[in-house]
């Protein structure tokens, strides 16, 4: 006790605490984490023997913990030292994956299989699951060109192009139904697992071969009902705008533009004053001195030098923010018999154009019910339906996508105001607000029915039936603007073909809806023998039925713009109907082996049959196995266990087929309707038909065959974990040119099954987690990976190989013509011109500024030869477009319930060639692709000559 200054103050006693930590196996544990419990800031961590001292209150409990396994909590005792055993995480150990039509422990998968927490969707507030699953999973590519437009989806692609025709996109299903990604609400998902190689995939067959993506959405659990709402708010900010030259930097440049081209400057000197002093004060300068009275305002000073203005016109179009709203609720729970999980969700997103009413909603609604029965039969309903509506003036009988195209177009010495205070027909805007507008609505109910049934002792049988119904309803109103004149006394239509095709009013509908229909019949037994070898054994039926139905019909001078109706027009009218249906049938098969988790084999079958293919062609068997050794399970791997937790390396070789390239009636000629014709007779413009293409009667299935290596690992208890795997894939019987046929065949000769591509890659993850003290947990990793392709047959004649496939093209080739930098003086000028034949190139000599390009052939000429393979001239391969080194660095960090987390992903390699009537890019060119950017006004002169 002390007493001082009249206070008396208690001096806890303090103890030693001292011992080591060991793991399941006996070995000392480094880094465990060792903590007085009530005081989180006193603690320490093992040593590389697993010792620790720690000096702790009289009495206290010290809580030892360690990645991949259980926490414990021990009782101090002085003057003892503790000798503590740390039991496995069996939640680890245990940790499932799902795969194809059942699910399996992690530590004894085969394949190569990638998974994606559903709880780490949450975190990402983005449109739909599709979106968010950027950068989650390496080799998973997703194309947002559309990004920024309300309602946009992706496409996916999983370790790069796979055939020909560019739609080898991953299988996706939904709680074991196949599903667009996009429709399902990001906060109903469980998890995700990634099914990349063939080991994985080949039981799904016909639509496996190029990935599968298994979604599983939420289910209720045993309990009280338990009711969540999350709401999320954002914005969408468009990036990366191009800044516009003002009007006096553009006059400029294309005076020089003008004069390197040998034509008189179109600005002169009084105009640029007058650009610049419009820029500087606009005051008492008039926009519109040059026009003549009543003169139409269509069109007004376009492509000429008259008028005056300062226009950005990204500025004048594009809002700074565009608010998205996301709302969801569930309500889950049940008792012992039975479980519920039912959830709504509504997203809303508002378009960035500033003078476009562009809006997009979606409304989610999903319900999952489970009955316990019996203790042998239990039931299961399933319902998802989606419901979308998108309003925007763009899209098939409204405005056009070359709006974007003529966004840049314009000149910025224009006004956008005409005399009378209206918007200009130049500025865009009156097409954007004349009342034209379109209606995308979509409805998407999927329902699936399900028993499971258990006989016996693990022996399970599982039987589903899924209808789906999708519907699209379409309609387009086009209503040209009335541009005022310039007097403002009359009015012209605004027709301007880039835009608003067509010079009339028109009304536009059309509906689209599907049915689809699967079923579902497997069963699986698993048993042991000699408690050392455990197999597996699942054999199934699936048969799945598409059918599509379309109707289209347009109608021009419409009588009422505000009432509109099909039948209400007097001009031209347009009918299109599509039909067709197709469907598959498959048996399957697998048996899954191992010996006491340490020797681990799996053997996948499927025999499949598709009606896309002639009778005799229909059927394919598609087969393929995988090896797995988990080393750290051989005894002679103890030694290494207090620094290695997991050590595992797996073979897998498969072979799948895929029908989605070929036609839906491969075996019959069709013909295509076209029910409005250019010409005219007695009665009018009049439909036709084409006449059927020749069919190649003996098409059948594409091929894939997919080769895997692959090591997981683990480090201190697996705190720290990866992978890397390498794979090729060969695609075959690829759809291509037939070899070359005799002129008198007469018809075009189809395509027959000769092409084939190859594939490979590799991909590599890495994720530390630990702990600092008992609180605050934390993780690091990322991923990094890589694909290539490239075509190994093709019978084509090699013709303009940069753009046809060819025996050896990789995927993404560019062609180019090499250069050695930029022509600086007259005299090189002269020297360049007397040396080569440009005319190819141009019929104008080159001048200082000029490009100039190499020869590489040496027959001095700067040309691509014969344009065939073998013969290019001057022309070869400068770059490549495929995506190269796709990484993501995530992180997270979390304390008492709140958590920060961050990813950042990207491409580490990707070459673009813009084409050459891409002004965006080159600038200024004819004198209607006008486009000057800021980047555009560092052209080479005789005072700025910097090199290429």
């Known amino acids: 006790m002390v007493v001082e200054s009249g206070t008396m103050n208690a001096v806890q006693q303090k103890v030693e605490a001292k011992g080591i930590v060991y793991d399941a196996t006996g070995f000392p544990v480094i880094g465990a984490s060792v903590v007085e419990k009530g005081n989180s800031t006193n603690g320490v961590i093992t040593d590389l023997d697993g010792n620790f001292t720690l000096s702790v209150a009289k009495n206290a409990v010290i809580v030892i913990s360690y990645m991949g396994y259980q926490t414990q909590e021990v009782q101090v005792t002085p003057g003892k030292i503790l000798n503590i055993t740390l039991k496995e995480d069996n939640q680890v150990l245990d940790e499932v994956v799902v795969v194809g039509y059942g699910v399996q422990k992690k530590v004894n998968l085969t394949g190569s299989v990638a998974t994606v927490e559903g709880e780490t969707l949450e975190q990402r507030p983005l449109a739909n699951a599709t979106q968010s699953l950027q950068g989650m999973v390496p080799g998973l590519y997703i194309d947002n060109t559309n990004a920024g437009r309300p309602g946009a989806t992706s496409s996916l692609q999983l370790r790069g192009q796979g055939n020909l025709s560019g739609d080898a996109a991953p299988y996706v299903l939904v709680d074991g139904v196949e599903m667009d990604l996009a429709d399902v609400n990001p906060n109903d998902i469980e998890n995700i697992s990634v099914l990349k190689d063939a080991a994985a995939s080949s039981i799904y067959g016909a639509r496996a071969a190029y990935g599968v993506i298994l979604v599983t959405t939420k289910k209720g659990k045993e309990g009280k009902a338990r009711v969540s709402y999350q709401a999320t708010l954002g914005w969408t900010s468009p990036m990366s705008l191009p800044e516009m030259a003002n009007a006096y930097e553009f006059a400029t440049y294309f005076n020089q533009a003008c004069e390197n081209a040998g034509m008189v400057k179109q600005y002169g000197v009084e105009k640029l004053e007058q650009l610049q002093q419009y820029i500087n004060d606009p005051t008492g300068l008039d926009p519109w001195a040059e026009l003549t009275p009543g003169q139409s305002m269509v069109a007004a000073f376009e492509n000429s030098a008259k008028g005056l203005g300062n226009t950005d016109y990204f500025d004048l179009h594009y809002k700074d923010v565009a608010f998205k709203q996301n709302h969801n609720v569930s309500v889950s729970g049940g008792g012992e018999k039975a479980q519920y999980y039912i959830s709504g969700g509504m997203y809303k ?14 409304f989610n609604f999903s319900s999952n019910v489970t009955s316990k029965v019996t203790d042998w039969l239990k039931l299961k309903v399933n319902t998802k339906y989606m419901n979308s509506d998108n309003e925007t003036p763009f ?34 805007i009156p097409y954007l607000q004349s009342g034209t507008k379109t209606n995308t609505e979509n409805n998407n109910l999927t329902m699936t029915g399900g028993l499971e049934l ?15 119904y999708n519907t699209r309803d379409y309609w387009a109103l086009k209503v040209l603007p009335q541009i005022p004149n310039a007097s403002g006394d009359s009015y012209d239509i605004g027709t301007r073909a880039e835009i608003a095709d067509g010079a009339s009013n028109s009304y536009t509908r059309y509906d689209m809806n599907n049915q689809y229909q699967s079923v579902n019949l497997y069963t699986n037994y698993s048993f042991s023998l000699a408690d050392k070898h455990n197999f597996t054994v699942m054999l199934g039926y699936q048969e799945e039925y598409y059918k599509y139905k379309y109707l289209y019909d347009s109608v021009t001078d419409i009588l009422s713009t505000s009432n509109p109706s099909l039948e209400m027009a007097s001009g031209d009218r347009t009918v299109k109907d599509t039909r067709y249906a197709w469907a598959t049938r498959g048996y399957f098969g697998r048996i899954n082996y191992d010996f006491m988790g340490r020797y681990l084999v799996e053997v996948n079958g499927r025999y499949d049959g598709s009606s896309r293919f002639a009778k005799g062609n229909r059927w394919g068997f598609f087969p393929s196995v995988s090896l797995g050794w988990n080393i750290m399970r051989e005894s002679f791997m103890e030694k290494t266990q207090d620094v290695l937790s997991n050590l595992k390396l797996r073979v897998s070789w498969g072979l799948l087929g895929n029908q989605t390239g070929a036609a839906y009636y491969t075996f019959a000629s069709t013909m295509d309707p076209t029910s409005l014709g250019n010409w005219y007779f007695q009665n009018g413009r009049e439909g036709y038909l084409s006449p059927g293409s020749v069919v190649d009667s003996n098409t059948t299935w594409e091929k894939v ?66 702990k600092i003290g008992k609180d605050i947990d934390y993780s690091i990793g990322g991923s990094l990976s890589d694909a290539t392709s490239e075509v190994t047959a093709y019978e084509g004649d090699g013709s303009d190989p940069s753009e046809n496939w060819y025996k050896g093209k990789k995927v993404g080739e560019i062609w180019g013509y090499r250069a050695s930098g930029l022509i600086q003086t007259q005299e090189e000028a002269d020297a360049y011109n007397s040396t080569y034949d440009l005319a190819y190139l141009s019929g104008q000599k080159w001048m200082p500024g000029d490009v100039k390009y190499v020869d590489l052939n040496g027959d001095n000429k700067i040309n691509n030869g014969t344009n065939t393979v073998g013969d290019m001239g001057d022309m070869t391969v400068i770059g490549n477009t ?5 990484y993501t660095i995530n992180g997270s960090i979390s304390w008492k319930g709140l958590s920060l987390s961050l990813m950042f992903q990207g491409v580490g390699k990707r070459d673009w060639c813009p084409a050459m009537n891409t002004s965006y890019f080159w600038g200024s060119g004819a004198y209607a692709q006008v486009t000057v950017f800021k980047e555009h006004l560092d052209y080479w002169t005789p005072e700025n000559p910097d090199e290429l």
Do not use: C
């Open 349 to 362: 997103e508002d378009g960035l154009l500033r003078y476009a009413d562009i809006g997009y909603k979606r």
């Open 395 to 428: 899209g098939t009988g409204a405005l056009s996508e070359g709006f974007y195209h003529s966004l840049a177009r314009f000149r910025p010495t224009v006004s956008v105001v005409d005399p009378n205070g209206y918007f200009t027909e130049l500025s865009m």
């Open 454 to 468: 258990e006989p016996l002792k693990d022996w399970h049988i599982f039987f589903d039936y899924t209808y789906r």
């Open 705 to 770: 065959e997919h080769k895997n290596i692959g090591i997981d690992f683990g480090f201190f208890g697996n705190a720290l974990t990866g992978s890397f795997d390498v794979f090729q894939r060969d695609t075959r019987d690829m759809l291509g040119p037939s070899v070359a046929l005799a002129d008198f065949f007469g018809a075009v000769a189809p395509e027959t099954n000769n092409a084939e591509m190859r594939n490979r890659g590799w991909e590599l993850t890495l994720q530390w987690r630990g």
């Open 882 to 886: 495929t995506p190269r080194y796709q």
